[in-house]
């Protein structure tokens, strides 16, 4: 049987992010995907309603607390270095995990994004 | 990375106005690494999360065949993945209004990534812990008393907590509680449950002991842990080798098989033999919980099979351990077991058909 460690740091505990939740997928325009690209601007107005604003849409949403919170984990494979020995391959490090932080709240936005339109043709 | 002048842009197209909007406007962008898909997402509860928060660990354990089982220092949680349409991403440099506090005067970007995104997460579920295999795995080699002599005995099938945790798929503390409820006990390191005979062997000893004293049992602080396995030792015994029993001979030779003073109820039975008051003559035969298969339907399969009708009382100290939580076995029978009235009692049968 296999025992993968969770671990936690001790002290303060983890720190705490933010997510943001969206309907469906997001795929980048040429399909390079998406590491390193933008995203999109993150309003609020005054009362707090977070406003996103995604390539040609924009998303109203609202900030929501998770009645079950999150905790985000880090996998630390154990797959043994590159340059070690290949004998030594049959001592892997076992698989582990590590809690990065926390997650308590959310900003979702449901709502059907509101295509922006850019380019009105003139009446002729 | 975006300017101000880009953002107030991308505002006027989008036809918002500055002026209802905060000060701070957050650019998200994908991190190098977001695809990576290094990070996972783990529901938690509200004991969970202070346990993380106070910087303990948590265990998963499973074999290949299994299903994974997560563990803390005293509870299991069942292990599965739960899929959404939605895309989650986990930004760390993002506040929320609350907490951006004064709101400066002039507008203000804040350069957020986007550190990972999932649209699955794991899914806990706090579950009774399968622990039958602990009294398997004790029975391999149960203790027949200190070697003799200067012959050890073998390190074969002697198990440590250690070795436990590293086969059973439950908490150390749940472990631990099973281990006191079948009586193991720890010798030399190893945990070990007595062998029947050696167990009956002790039993004696001690009671001669008080015997040959003149303690009287009433006042021996022992009586509180010896009338109960004493007893339920010597009905084990008598039980194991017949079938059924005429009740009133079994109390009677029960009563003498114990010591003097020493008291024999049935009530002391629960959970270890089975009485048949519709029988004529009325009947006791040998059923112990620990026999019966673990699995809830499985349980009141068997219980079902062996007999079709089951009063509340009767039943109960065999289903007493599939309760979770906060359940009653009254509960667990309304949903497993179809009641009706038979003689004036509240009886349960099986909800589908029993293979006999």
Known sequence: MVQIVISSKAGEGPPEWLLVELQGEMVSRQNTGLAGNLMGDLHYTKEGVPVLIVGHHILYGKQVKLEKPFAVLMKHSGLPQDDEVAMESSQEKPTAYSVSALIKKKLIFKTRPKPIITNVPKKV | ?356
């Open chain 2, 1 to 356: 990375m975006r300017t101000l002048d880009e953002v107030r842009a991308t505002l006027q197209i989008a036809k918002l106005k500055e002026e209802d909007l905060q000060a701070v406007t957050h650019c998200l962008s994908f991190g190098e690494n977001a695809s990576s898909g290094d990070y996972s997402l783990m529901e938690l509860d509200d004991t969970l999360c202070r346990h993380i928060e106070a910087g303990k660990s948590l265990t998963i354990r499973g074999d290949k065949d299994e299903h994974a089982v997560l563990c803390s220092e005293d509870k299991t949680y069942d292990l599965k993945i739960a899929d959404t349409s939605n895309l989650l991403l986990f930004v760390p440099g993002c506040r929320t209004p609350d907490q951006l506090g004064d709101h400066p005067k002039h507008p203000q970007l804040v350069h957020a990534q986007i550190w990972g995104y999932a649209s699955s997460y794991w899914e806990l579920k706090r579950q009774r812990p399968k622990l039958k295999k602990l009294k398997k795995l004790l029975m391999e080699s149960p203790y027949t008393g200190p070697p003799v002599g200067t012959e050890e005995e073998a390190p074969e099938n002697k198990f440590t907590m250690e070795d436990f945790l590293e086969r059973i798929q439950a908490s150390r503390e749940e472990i631990e509680a099973h281990l006191q409820k079948i009586h193991a006990c720890e010798i030399d390191g190893y945990w070990r449950i007595l062998d029947f005979d050696y167990d009956l062997k002790l039993l004696g000893h001690v009671t001669q002991l008080v015997d040959s004293e003149s303690w009287s049992f009433s006042r021996v602080p022992l009586r509180t842990c010896l009338e109960d396995p004493c007893s339920l030792a010597m009905a084990q015994m008598l039980l194991q080798n017949a079938v059924k029993f005429n009740l009133s001979e079994f109390q009677e030779v029960w009563q003498q098989s114990v010591p003097e003073g020493m008291g024999t109820r049935l009530d002391q039975l629960r959970g270890l033999a089975l009485v048949d008051r519709n029988s004529r003559p009325e009947t006791i035969s040998l059923l112990r919980v620990e026999d019966l298969p673990e699995e809830t339907l499985a349980r009141f399969n068997a219980l079902f099979s062996m007999r079709e009708k089951w009063a509340h009382d009767d039943i109960e100290p065999y289903i007493q351990d599939l309760c979770g939580e906060k359940q009653t076995t009254g509960a667990l029978l309304t949903k497993h077991a179809r009641s009706s009235m038979q003689n004036g009692v509240k009886v349960y049968n099986s909800r589908r058909p029993v293979a006999t």
